[in-house]
Each structure stands twice: as C-alpha cells, then as structure tokens.
C-alpha cells in the first residue's frame, strides 16, 4: 500500500504524489488514507446516486408482489426487492466511509438534491414488465458494475462483489420468467414484446448520456472509478442482448440495430436524449410519484429512527 494516512500529515505535493501513486499501481484507496476532496467529492455523488437508486428501485417491482401470478412467482419477487433493499444499504454504509451521513444522503434524495437512476421513473404496466426488468435492466447493471468490482476505492469496490453475485440472480429470474411467457399464449408473447418495447430505450440511457456530453468520465475514468465509457458500456450490453432476444424471440424495437461485420459490434439507433433530459429534469413519467413514496415512507418510518435513538442514548451506544 503506498497511500499514507492522515495521520502523517506530510505536505501536499507528498499527499498527491502517494494518492496518484497508488492509482498508477491499481491499487486500493482505502477510508483512512489521504484523497484529494474531489475524488471524494466524485465517489459520494455516484455512490449515493447508486443507493438511491435500489432504494427508489424497490418501487416499481413493489407495485407487482400482490399481484404475482403464484407463489413461486411471489418468492422471487420479493426476494429480489428485499435484495434491493441490502444493495441500498452496502453502498450508504460504502459513503459513510467517506465522512457523509445517511440521514443526509436520504435527506438530499427526498429534496431532489441528489439523483437516483432515470430508469425507475417509468411505469411497470404488466407482469412481463418484471421479467424485462430483471432481463434488461438488471443485464444493463450487471455490465454497468461489473467494472465497479475493480473501482479505485476499497469499500465500494467489495460492495459491488456482493452486489453483482446478486444482481446475476435477478437477471436469471427475469429471463426465465419471459421464456416461461413466450412458451405460453400468443397473448402472453405479446405482453413480453410490449414491455421489450417500452424498456429497450430507457434500459440504453441508464449507461449516461453519450461521451461526447458526459462531464465526469475522463476524470473518473484517470482516477479509476470508472473503468469504461458510458458509449463503450453501453455498446457492450447492445452485444451481449441481441443473441438472448433471438433466443427468447422477441425483436428490439430499433430498425437500424444490425451486425457490423468490420467493427466486429452491432451498429444501433440513438437513444431520445431529449428524454432522457426530461426525466432527469423531474419531468418522467413517474418521478412525483417515486419521490413522493419515499418522502412518505421516510415520514412513517420516523418512530422508529426516534426510537432506535433513544435505545441508543440510555444503553451508551452511538450506532
Ligand atoms: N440516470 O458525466 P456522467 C440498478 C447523471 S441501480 C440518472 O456520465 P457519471 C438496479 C450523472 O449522475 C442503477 N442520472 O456521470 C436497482 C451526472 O449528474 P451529476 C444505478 C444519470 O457519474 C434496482 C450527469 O448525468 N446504477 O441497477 O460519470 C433494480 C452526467 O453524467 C444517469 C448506478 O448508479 C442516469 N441513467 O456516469 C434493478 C451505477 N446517467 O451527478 C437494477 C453507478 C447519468 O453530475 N453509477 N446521470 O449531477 C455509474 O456508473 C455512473 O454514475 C453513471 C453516470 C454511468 C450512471
């Protein structure tokens, strides 16, 4: 390790030059050593960003657990969104270890200070829609993160271990349960292409804006956070989704997605960013509603922070 602690308190040109050291050699920055504020400032807007979004990502598969078409079905859902919830909590305790507080993090989601994925700002229609999330939208996470696994700083690095074994899980699930569906009735395959439909595009823009307009990837990218572009990610879950769509036997809605032999890639249509700006901007099709479910759980759930301070106060314990 050729980071130095704080505690050494050497200057600041000795700081930097064991913090850039330690990235030059693909090592980890861990919680006690030195880090310019930056670099911290970075990974506390993307590793809340990443909690708020399982947090806020519970709600639109929520919306289906009393509806699971049977218990089997039931078991998984649940078990996926209690997932979420974990996923939500590794990563706020990964952004304590950077000095922020919870409760601020909450405290910035619930006021719009601080975003969460576009993705969960759109509606889960039908029960197919279970199945593309856990096909697309888990699939787009798991090329997104896997590289997160070799991030530059310690704790989410290892979060994200745990959080990909889990995320491979959802994934298979929701690619079993639309095999199921496209085995079944032509009803049921055209629920299956209807929600294929509606998530593809929204499922690309979760990999960010194109490099072009992403100001944060180079330098995130020259400290180690990020390992790979968003276009280079999102070229790769293009890849990896065309052959399990002719496998399932569903089209994806984009009439200029073909193989391009000379780049060895398949040449795909451009998201609609305008939209993609419009749901940043609060303007999705559900983002009052998202917020406004969590501003409410968070006021039912004040007892029992109340409480669980309290306990904590008369038995001497700060957590
Ligand atoms: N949605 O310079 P850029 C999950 C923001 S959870 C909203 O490219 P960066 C799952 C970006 O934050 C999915 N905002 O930024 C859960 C920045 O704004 P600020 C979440 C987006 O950080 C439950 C601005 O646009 N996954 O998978 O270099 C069930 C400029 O962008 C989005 C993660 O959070 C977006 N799609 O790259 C199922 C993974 N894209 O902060 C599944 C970790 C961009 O400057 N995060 N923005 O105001 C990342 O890998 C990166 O933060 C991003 C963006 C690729 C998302």
Redesign the pocket.
Known sequence: MTAVTTTEQPGSDELTSAFEATIAADQRIEPRDWMPDAYRA?LI??IA??AH??II??QP?GNWILRAPSLRRKAILLA?VQD?AG?GLYLYAAAETLGVDRAELTEKLITSR???????NYPTLSYADIGV?GWL??G??IC??VP?CRCSYGPYARAMIRICKE?SF?QRQGYELLMTMMSGTPAQRDMVQEATNRWWWPSL?????PDA?????QR?MAWGI?RHT?DE?RQRFVDMTVPQAAALGVTLPDPDLRWNDERQAHDFGEPDWSE?KA??GGGGPCNAQRLARRRRAHQDGAWVREAAAAYAAKHGRTS
């Open positions: 970075t807007r993307q960003q990443h979004s399982e990502g519970m598969e996926k979420e996923h601080q975003k969460y994925s576009s993705i969960f999330i939208v888990d787009a996470a997104n993160q997160l995320e959802h823009m979760m990999f960010g804006p307009d992403s100001p944060n990837t995130s990020k968003n990610l993609f749901v940043l």
